[in-house]
C-alpha cells in the first residue's frame, strides 16, 4: 500500500520554470500534506500551488503545477507581494483551510510573524500580526496541520 500522506523528497526532480539560482524558499501550499486547491490561474484551473521570495526578502512570488512529477510554472503576475518600498519579506507559508490560503510570512524589518489571507491564490491581504520578537530577525513563519488534532500550528 502506498502512503498517500506524504510527498518524497528524496531521489525525485521537479523542475521550476524561469531562473533556478533566484528561488528562496520555496513552498508549496499545503494542509497535512500538500493541499489539490483546484483554483483558476491564468485562466485555467489549477490544482496545486506554491510560494517563494527572492533572496533579498522583496519579492514573493506564486507557482502553479497541475502534476507533483511536473514543471511548476512561474505566475504571469508576479511579484504578488512586494515589500521592497516597506519592509522585508522573508519565507512565505501557505497553508490550505478548503476555502482560503493562509500565509505566514516574517516582516523582517520590523521582527514580525505576519499572517496575511486569499481565496483566489493570488492577492493576499494583511489580517493580523502573529508575534513581534524585538530584535530577533529571521523567524520562522512555518505553519502546519496537525494530523492529531486538526489544529494548525506555528
Request: glycine letters at 8%; a negative charge; hydrophobic letters at 30%.
Amino acid at each position: 500500500m502506498v502512503d498517500t500522506h506524504f510527498y518524497g523528497m528524496t531521489d525525485r526532480w521537479t523542475t521550476i520554470s524561469g531562473d533556478p539560482i533566484d528561488r528562496h524558499t520555496f513552498q508549496p501550499a499545503h494542509d497535512i500534506n500538500i493541499a489539490e486547491v483546484n483554483l483558476t490561474i491564468d485562466g485555467a484551473p489549477r490544482k496545486y500551488l506554491a510560494y517563494d521570495c527572492d533572496p533579498n526578502g522583496t519579492k514573493f512570488r506564486f507557482y502553479y503545477t497541475d502534476n507533483l512529477d511536473g514543471q511548476w510554472t512561474e505566475y504571469s503576475g508576479n511579484p504578488i507581494l512586494d515589500g521592497r518600498a516597506v519592509t522585508e519579506y522573508r519565507w512565505p507559508s501557505v497553508a490550505w483551510n478548503g476555502t482560503a490560503l493562509h500565509m505566514s510570512l516574517c516582516d523582517n524589518a520590523h521582527t514580525v510573524l505576519e499572517r496575511w489571507t486569499s481565496t483566489n491564490g493570488t492577492g493576499f491581504t494583511y489580517q493580523e500580526d502573529i508575534t513581534t520578537v524585538n530584535g530577533t530577525a529571521y523567524m520562522n513563519p512555518f505553519i502546519w496541520k496537525d494530523p492529531n488534532d486538526s489544529k494548525w500550528c506555528l
